[in-house]
């Protein structure tokens, strides 16, 4: 009986549908390696044990940038051609875009119905973009952590990947869903839970943080040559004002945390232990480094080029995605209208 037991077990965990993972980005502007080591590479780390759901958030990109929009179908395109080129297969992850789905904003609406107005208040996203916004706050920026929430939940999502300095940018999430569920007593949402993930701290190459509004990022879609020349402009040890001069790896919060993601143990090692004796200088150090980057982004440059050599393609993966995620939107928006018995249209069922 055990032995049957444990195999009946076995049996139903593998029939088990697989946990449902949500992310998403604004389509802001161009992806760069930030982008890529921070989020990219888990995504496709994440693709064989997850269904996963990547939705270029568009709307997001409306609460700060309503005012600029001249970029924003263009942007949703290269976000979509940088993703596929990162290795998020269209085959096995669903990409999708946040406007093609309706449902969206109805669950936004009905959501931000039974949310506390404190909840909002508090939630840290917000609290950052409204001290940067100032009087520029638009009530569409208010609802950003219900909107965020309706995401997640219209696509019924069990996880999202975050670093650890934003699990608490979920929380207002997992409340809102434990609230839903029982003001109408049911159990139709998950609590969404943080996909903790460690993502390497890389500073833009002028040492503030890596922004596309800075000019200090290297791009997916830079050529190699526009790689290495800003590459070169990177700060390193203010004490090396002379090649002679010995270094403090530590103290080169550019170029060595660069060296520690892209390149190999014996040549993180080298070029620490080099800059210790004075033996190599910057300039030949960034370009040492510069061919890690090259080597580590070159097949993410070819798929990417092959990509874009048919827009029609990457237009119906999109199509394609938006269609199964809306399937999947609209049969949670038939559930939580029942649940919270609004009235049933014809049209609606």
């Known amino acids: 009986m055990t032995s049957d037991r444990a195999e009946a077990s076995t049996k139903n965990q593998q029939q088990r549908p697989p946990k449902t993972v949500m992310s998403g980005m604004r389509p802001t502007g161009r992806l760069h390696l930030g982008h890529y080591m921070g989020v990219l590479k888990n995504w496709v780390s994440l693709q064989p044990q997850y269904d996963c759901y990547f939705m270029v958030a568009d709307w997001h990109a409306l609460t700060t940038k309503y005012d600029d929009t001249a970029y924003l179908q263009e942007n949703v395109y290269e976000m979509t051609l940088d993703w596929l080129a990162s290795g998020v297969d269209p085959n096995v992850s669903t990409l999708y875009v946040q406007s093609a789905i309706p449902e969206i904003a109805e669950l936004h609406l009905l959501l931000s119905m039974v949310t506390p107005n404190k909840w909002v208040e508090t939630d840290p996203t917000l609290k950052d973009m409204v001290a940067m916004l100032h009087e520029d706050l638009t009530y569409g920026l208010l609802g950003y952590p219900i909107l965020q929430t309706s995401d997640i939940l219209a696509v019924l999502g069990d996880l999202v990947p975050v670093g650890k300095d934003q699990v608490a940018h979920l929380e207002i999430s997992r409340d809102i869903a434990r609230r839903f569920n029982h003001l109408f007593e049911t159990d139709l949402f998950p609590q969404p839970k943080p996909l903790l993930t460690e993502t390497p701290m890389l500073l833009g190459l002028d040492g503030r943080k890596m922004g596309k509004s800075y000019n200090n990022a290297i791009f997916l879609a830079d050529t190699e040559d526009e790689t290495w020349q800003k590459l070169r402009t990177a700060i390193t040890d203010p004490a090396r004002i002379k090649k002679d001069d010995p270094g403090d790896p530590a103290k080169c919060e550019v170029v060595y945390p660069y060296y520690q993601t892209f390149a190999s143990n014996g040549a993180i090692e080298l070029a620490a232990k080099e800059c210790r004796e004075a033996a190599r200088g910057c300039v030949d150090c960034k370009k040492i480094l510069n061919e890690f980057v090259i080597e580590e ?17 990457v237009e119906k993966i999109l199509r394609e995605g938006c269609e199964k995620s809306r399937a999947v939107a609209q049969n949670t928006l038939k559930q939580i209208r029942a649940a919270m018995r609004l009235y049933q249209s014809p049209a609606l069922v």
């Open 297 to 313: 982004l070159k097949p993410l440059r070819e798929r990417r080029t092959e990509y874009a050599k048919d827009r029609a393609q």
